[in-house]
């Protein structure tokens, strides 16, 4: 008996041992086949990732070179080229001869030149710092900062034709806001102002009406950048006795060295590429006496009433390089600085 109940109770034994391996080499399988469920699944997941990677970045690559880029390289040609602009068989190579035409005054190149370099003086000199200061006093919690902002930031939300048609209201000789203010409206008196027919007041007025958008983006830009510095700084220069000036100057402005890249790059581009605004100022006559800017010459002499295409192509050209070489030059000069730091 005690041998039978040995060998009855070895059996269970082994067969207990029998089912363990079963079963652990049942959730084996399962646990395999559940990783391989899973990596497949990772795979297709990472498939539908690059997928949507690809779509995401090659649509809008696709946009800008088809919309930007190839038509920047069909004007580059096309500055090679006298053409009237309706059919390729009025298409003619003219080698350098529209270049020509830009550096020998024709029309007036030099005066829209100095123009567009007054415009970035004015603009890096006036509406920049202004901003800069409003945005300092915003920064120091005044009370009702927010509708400051509001306000201030107001001009930048519309477009610049839309500000173009508000300034235009107020510098109307007759009926406009300003000459009724200082009682300059009266067409047959002394003191009259035709403050956009007038050559030698038209550009600073429409310098004025630029000011009032470009000081309400720089401020937004600074204040942004005055937020994120960090709180240590202004403690430690306090404790280091100096006063808001200095410590403004001399450590917030070298902290916010990327948002002055930006605002400068920013200015040097509006400078160069101001349009709309002149645009509807000038009454839709880029040609205006005083209002002569590079942007205007390449619309009126590429889709004027005498469209000129090739001329107009080769000034869009020559803006072009000089865009680009002060902004690649300026980058340059502020990157290695920060190496040789």
Do not use: C
């Amino acid at each position: 008996m005690a041998a039978g109940e040995r060998d009855g109770r070895m059996r269970p034994a082994k067969g207990s041992g029998m089912a363990l391996i079963a079963d652990v080499t049942g959730k084996n399988a399962s646990s395999q086949s559940r990783t391989s469920q899973r990596g497949s699944r990772m795979r297709l997941l990472s498939v539908a990732d690059k997928a949507f990677l690809a779509v995401l970045i090659g649509v809008p690559l696709l946009a800008l070179l088809a919309f930007v880029w190839l038509p920047a390289l069909a004007s580059v040609g096309i500055s090679f080229t006298q053409w009237d602009g309706i059919g390729l068989s009025g298409l003619h190579w003219v080698g350098l001869q529209n270049y020509k035409n830009v550096f020998t005054n024709y029309p007036p190149f030099w005066p829209a030149v100095e123009h567009n370099i007054i415009w970035m003086v004015f603009t890096a000199l006036v509406p920049t710092p202004a901003g800069i200061f409003l945005a300092y006093q915003l920064d120091r919690k005044i009370r009702f900062s927010r509708v400051y902002q509001m306000a201030i930031f107001l001009p930048v939300v519309l477009s610049t034709a839309v500000v173009g048609f508000i300034w235009e209201i107020v510098y109307d000789p007759d009926h406009g806001l300003l000459n009724s203010a200082l009682g300059t409206n009266n067409p047959s008196g002394k003191h009259y102002i035709d403050w956009l027919g007038d050559p030698h007041l038209n550009l600073w007025a429409v310098l004025v009406a630029s000011a009032w958008r470009h000081t309400g983006y720089v401020m937004i830009l600074y204040l942004a950048g005055l937020k994120s510095v960090d709180p240590s700084l202004r403690e430690a220069a306090a404790i280091d006795g100096a006063n808001g000036r200095q410590t403004f100057l001399r450590v917030i402005v070298p902290a916010m060295k990327p948002i002055n890249v930006t605002i400068i790059v920013v200015t040097v581009m509006e400078s160069l590429r101001a349009f709309d605004m002149v645009y509807v100022l000038s009454g839709n006559n880029g040609s205006k006496q005083g209002l002569e800017l590079l942007s205007l010459l390449i619309t009126n002499n590429t889709v004027g009433e005498s469209p000129r295409p090739g001329y107009g192509s080769a000034l869009a050209t020559v803006l072009l390089v000089v865009s680009m070489a002060a902004i690649v030059t300026f980058l340059v000069q502020n990157f290695r600085k920060e190496r040789q730091a």
